[in-house]
């Protein structure tokens, strides 16, 4: 499908919806793999299997072959317009956004400016903090601006998040922030082999935390007041 972000730019999507979906997922990608890379695709099909369709969309710079990312304005705005295009796809469940590492930045940035409508939290695999080996918090200090609960799965060898780091940014938000660390994974949830694991079953985890975690908000604004 194509989602119009403005009068001048239109950018492709996949949605990704299992028979009878309880959640959907606005998913972001990262910076240098568009949302056909192979841990986007594997992501979106286990959280169909779960019962969580995803809306999985392009930023502009690569629909249109660049490597080098759009300014924030206009990745804000795709993000918007997707987020706009899945609340009618998910009518009647909690829609929650996000993404990959850069897409998680600039869904949470998009929020922070001014909150996505319909959008009950906001799920990060793999934040980026900071550059690798430019440790430094100066990407997280719009996420105090961010009123709706966030999920942050963070491998606890990413370059782009020290968890000496990460974890005071995250304890400073409060309630409405969760911190998972998959233990050996890197930023891109790949785990060496003497780790004993396989980053199939990495992925495996981060769709049963996802899930776990858009189950309980989705509980929790059910609850009376």
Known sequence: MAIAV????QVSALWQCPADPW???VFAHGA??????PFMEQIAAGLAA???????FQFPYLERGSRRPDPPALCHA????AVACALPLAAGVPLFAGGKSFGARMSSQAQAAVPLPGVAGLAFLGFPLHAAKRPAIERARHLAQVSVPMLFLQGDHDALAERALLEPVIGQLGPLATLCCIEAADHAFHVPVRSGRTDAE??????????????????RAKEPP
């Open 78 to 81: 795709t993000v918007r317009a």
């Open 202 to 219: 990495v992925q495996a985890q981060l769709v049963r935390e996802c899930a776990s975690w858009m189950r309980a908000q989705s509980a």
């Open 32 to 37: 240098g793999a568009g949302m056909t890379h």
């Open 6 to 9: 403005n009068d001048a730019v």
């Open 23 to 25: 959640a959907g997922f």
């Open 50 to 56: 779960a019962g969580v369709a995803t809306l999985r």
